[in-house]
């Protein structure tokens, strides 16, 4: 076996590879963002007053992450329509791995909630605070500081999960490689390129996650 | 007594700023507060002090609103807190009520529970500007002239991890004021304290005595502060006042057994 790595080809490539990084960066960043957001409210919706709901978000995460990310994704995708919802691969893509992690995500916000200190919540009714003003200028912003290194590991997790959507065709890294491998019958330099890329930008995130949450830190006093 | 039996208002010639009638609190089967009658006039200093356990935090906390009650009525400036009137009965006040009555009473607690993610001043502006809806300049003022008042004007941009413990309290305290309560509660606020510290945070509770008319409530274990500054002490033993006086005649001439003991026990762990 000779290992012979052609560097024309590697230049050939490139460019499409490159163009397909930016669509995994855009499925990675939006379904993140739907994560940020549905996450919190997941958490939130457990900690009202009604036991129903609780019980019923409760066994929705459940249900999530004791499934498969290509199974939802799937589902979504194909079953969505019998119910009259027809979605793009893009959007079902994206909505499918956004609720994925918005149920790993609103563990992290759960447990960042509960170690607000109980005397902050007195303190507010005591102060005649409302709820909702209790919630979003007191208890959020001391739950999220210590959630930011939870939320951040789940940012690099989302983006290796993106080629998952290449099971419905979106145009993603992965799935532009596989395909640039099969036209030209050969797969080292599509996929190596894949593997440098995830590494080059899955590093940096890292350390931009811990920088943040340093900065958050000394903006919140904390 | 059943409900009916609770006035829905306390007529005007009979109307402290706080009344306690027939309260009961228990957790469980543990009763810790039991049928327990006490009023507090208006601009009235009263000092509560009680063997551990014996349910002063409770009833500050049940006045606050913290903790719920299993029996009685508690009135505040005349108006049921725990209750509402609804078709001539008082039922159980819903928060929208709560709310509304809550607004006059304001608390200090032992551990100061300053916002964390706040500087002194925010943590004084944050329930006027939120929750009275008052301009953030006149929070600001309001809340300055607070600070000049305990004392920590010139921490004002401090975060509570930068000021000590008895700095935290001063600016817990001006925080509380800036809501304009009528009646304060003050639960061992120097307990959590270093003994050289102390002191700021008392001069600031003997300041607010001698300048402003407010109905306090303070629970404290410094008996020397308790005789200064109150107009009435009340002892408290298994969820009920066993002896309440003037500091002056409590301290020096207890009539009941329990008083006594509490007392001679007090005074030789000092
Ligand atoms: N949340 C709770 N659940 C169960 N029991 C409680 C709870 N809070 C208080 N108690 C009990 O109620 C009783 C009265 O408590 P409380 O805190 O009012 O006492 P205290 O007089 O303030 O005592 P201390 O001087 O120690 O502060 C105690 O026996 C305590 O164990
Ligand atoms: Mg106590």
Known sequence: MTFNWRWDFTWEILPQLLWATLNTLIAAGVGYAIALVGGLLLALAQRTKWPALTFVVRELIEFIRSTPLVLQIFFVFYVGPQFGIFLSPWVSGIFAIGLHYSAYLSEVYRAGLNSVAPGQWEVCRALNMSPRVTYVRIIIPQALAPAVPGLGNYLVGILKDTPMLSVIGVMELMHTANALGSENYRYLEPFTLVGLIFLLISLPTAGLVRMFERRLRLRLGL | ?270
């Open chain 2, 1 to 270: 007594m059943s409900n009916t039996d609770y006035p829905l208002e306390l007529p005007e010639h009979d109307r402290p700023m706080v009344r306690f009638m027939n309260v009961s609190k228990s957790y469980g089967r543990l009763n810790v507060i039991s049928h327990l009658d006490f009023d507090v006039a208006e601009g009235e200093m009263v000092t509560i002090i009680g063997p551990s356990g014996s349910g002063k935090t409770t009833v500050l906390r049940a006045l606050m609103t913290l903790e719920t009650i299993n029996g009685g009525v508690i009135y505040v400036d005349g108006k049921p807190l725990t209750h509402m009137p609804r078709d001539g009965v008082l039922v159980p006040a819903d928060e929208r009520y709560q709310r509304k009555i809550r607004s006059s009473i304001g608390m200090c607690f032992q551990h100061f529970n300053l916002f964390p993610h706040m500087t002194a001043i925010q943590n004084c502006m944050e329930g006027p500007v939120q929750v009275l809806g008052l301009s953030r300049k006149e929070a600001l003022e309001r809340s300055e002239e607070l600070l000049k008042m305990v004392g920590m004007i010139d921490k004002r941009d401090q975060h509570p991890s930068r000021l000590s413990g008895g700095q935290q309290q001063r600016v817990a305290i001006a925080r509380a004021l800036a809501m304009r309560p009528k009646v304060m509660l003050f639960d061992e606020v120097t307990s959590a304290l270093d003994p050289e510290v102390i002191g700021e945070v008392t001069h600031v509770i003997r300041k607010l005595v001698a300048e402003h008319n407010l109905t306090m409530i303070m629970v404290t274990h410094q008996m020397g502060f308790a005789r200064d500054i109150s107009d009435r002490v009340c002892f408290f033993y298994g969820g009920s006042i066993e002896e309440q006086a003037p500091p002056q005649i409590l301290f020096t001439s207890p009539q009941r057994d329990r008083t006594k003991q509490f007392l001679s026990a007090v005074k030789e762990a000092v």
